[in-house]
């Protein structure tokens, strides 16, 4: 094992949403894909019957300045082209970055009713919003693929679903109040149900779940 900077990194631009441009990467030399690449969070649109205004009261989840129809469809097309190259060049195994809004968080703070406490892996997926639903999909892709060869199929695919990321340099803010008010004075509950995930512990996640 060589020390980190005798590693030889090759980065290549590539855009994953065209099937041309990921069939055009080497994928003879990997055995291991961690998919990183989508639109990061929820669009500024909010779904159907959900108040504009609280866009602006919840501007901490860092929502995105995309149509959610495109939101949806480039991590969808994204997650799909990248999965089925590394499945059919037998990459030894795919790590797909996924969220907690699979399960429902989204742009309204009391949207999300879980069926049970702690929500864990077997917690049904109820996405309200399109960033939620494009993490389902891919979740899906993944299984699909790793079903469908059988025993012949040499991938193994791995979802890790992450609660908000709290970057290094604001975890000194935590926790966050129980209840805020918004513009209006009103009363709201705590985003994301006091869920917060360190991004050291995001990176390190991923680097040990691409270990075969």
């Not at 969808?76 to 082209?81: D, E, G, T, Y």
């Not at 742009?107 to 917690?123: A, M, N």
């Not at 049904?124 to 469908?148: A, D, N």
Request: charged share 20%; with cysteine; proline share 8%.
């Amino acid at each position: 094992e060589g020390k980190p900077n005798d590693c030889q990194i090759t980065y290549i631009k590539a855009d994953l949403r065209h099937p041309e441009s990921v069939a055009g990467l080497p994928w003879s030399c990997v055995e291991s894909v961690v998919h990183l690449a989508a639109h990061p969070g929820p669009s500024e649109d909010p779904p159907p019957g959900v108040p504009r205004s609280l866009v602006e009261d919840y501007s901490e989840i860092g929502l995105e300045r995309v149509p959610q129809y495109d939101l949806l469809s480039d991590n969808i097309k994204s997650a799909w082209n990248v999965m089925f190259h590394a499945t059919s060049h037998g990459a030894k195994r795919v790590v797909f970055s996924s969220s907690a809004f699979s399960y429902g968080y989204s742009h309204d703070p009391v949207g999300l009713q879980p069926c049970y406490l702690p929500i864990d892996e077997k917690h049904p997926c109820l996405p309200h919003e399109t960033y939620g639903l494009s993490k389902v999909v891919g979740e899906m892709i993944g299984g699909m693929l790793g079903r469908c060869g059988g025993d012949r199929t040499s991938t193994d695919f791995v979802s890790l679903a992450f609660t908000n990321i709290v970057k290094r340099e604001a975890w000194d803010s935590l926790p966050w109040s129980s209840v805020s008010e918004n513009q209006h004075g009103q009363i709201l509950p705590t985003l994301l149900m006091w869920a917060y995930t360190h991004e050291d512990d995001v990176i390190d996640a991923h680097v040990k779940a691409a270990l075969p």
